[in-house]
């Protein structure tokens, strides 16, 4: 059987880095970027002769096309060059899909800002009114996919984060050093946990949907409340954040939030909430590498790739201390059951603190070198696995004297 294959604009972009590595796994990936880096097909996505050459060459089942020009100030300063790369490259794609009668599903990553911001919470069949260039781009190249493709996902998605995207790294890098920032109060909006993105776009493929969709996190929230939920998951108490009120001629929308009704009944995927997004971002907890749900239950994976040596159950009560030691080669595994934990991590190798709170079934590793604490906030019980078996004269816990 032959592997589909897949082609991935904008593939060093941080969207299309992430799709590769979730995709390659079960399909031929290609990345295509306007960089000449090792392992990437050179493209300019505005040159139609090269993407000619390139779409005949690899006959592609499926295109996700992450490219463009994405930074609304930009987009406001050029419109010329904004048009050209956002509408002009994606139809280029469009017409050598048809020109070449490709049996080709195309996935167009779009925008909220296809509306107009004004009142949020919009579905896809509310009518698109944009108000940015960015928006318009955006809008342009939605009729001009639909108008042209019968195969096609038009996936509207909105401040996609993780280990990048451009807000969460402003906020985290600036928490991490201290910094006073001031963040807007009065814009909301829905962001998508990059994790949760390139799982939903694999399941779209294998359902064998086309049409448009909304792919975002299901809560909506201001940039101020998102910021402190970070500061929380980092353990920062009193953040130097300050609320801040948009100017008036300000380009973010006022309340640019997406429904993802649609998407979450069609798919029935894991969907984390903003909260546990952010401690998968910043790697307090471990996402699930899979999940299924019916009427029965779910099931939620947890890991693949570890051999645990020793797995024990462990309940604690209230108020109570335990761990406060460390281990110098045992990697340490933690499922909590039920009840509400802080945890406190020093790395005793860089000196780094942490300090995250964890629950019902939240999953995490403590690694080797790694002083750690648990403070129990509430009657708790947890699953303890280890790398290495605990046991006789020379066992791996260490406390500090």
Known sequence: MTTPRILITGGDGYVGTHLSNKLSNEYSTYKTSIFNKKGFIKLDICNRTEVHKIIKKLKPK??????????????????????????????????????????????????????????????EEDPTQPKTTYGKNKVECEEYIKENLKEYIICRSANIFGKGGNFFNFVLDNLKAKNQIEVFSDTYYTPTYIEYLTDCIPLL?????FGTIHLVGQEKTSRYEFAIALAKVLGIENPKISPLTQPKEGLISKDSSLNSSKLRKL?????????????????????????????RGSIKGLIQDNNWKEINYVTSKKMQIRGNHYHKNATEG?????????????????????EFFSSNGDYFFIKPMTLHTFEILEDSSWINML?????????DIHRLT
């Open 62 to 123: 499926i295109i996700i096309h992450t490219a463009g020009l994405s930074s609304l100030t930009e987009c406001e300063k050029n419109p010329e060059l904004a048009h050209k790369i956002n509408v002009l490259g994606t139809k280029n794609i469009v017409d050598e899909i048809k020109l070449l009668k490709l049996d080709c599903n195309l996935i167009f990553l779009s925008s909220e800002y296809v509306f107009s911001g004004e009142r949020g919470n919009y579905s």
């Open 334 to 354: 933690f499922f909590i059951i039920n009840g509400k934990i802080k945890i406190s991590l020093t790395d005793l190798v860089t000196k780094e603190k942490k």
């Open 267 to 295: 798919l029935n995927n894991y969907s984390p909430t903003i909260n546990e997004a952010l401690n998968f971002a910043v790697e307090n907890h471990k996402y699930p590498y899979f999940y299924y749900s019916d009427d």
């Open 205 to 209: 493929i294998e359902k064998k949907f």
């Open 387 to 395: 790398s290495i078996s605990i046991k006789g004269k020379n066992k």
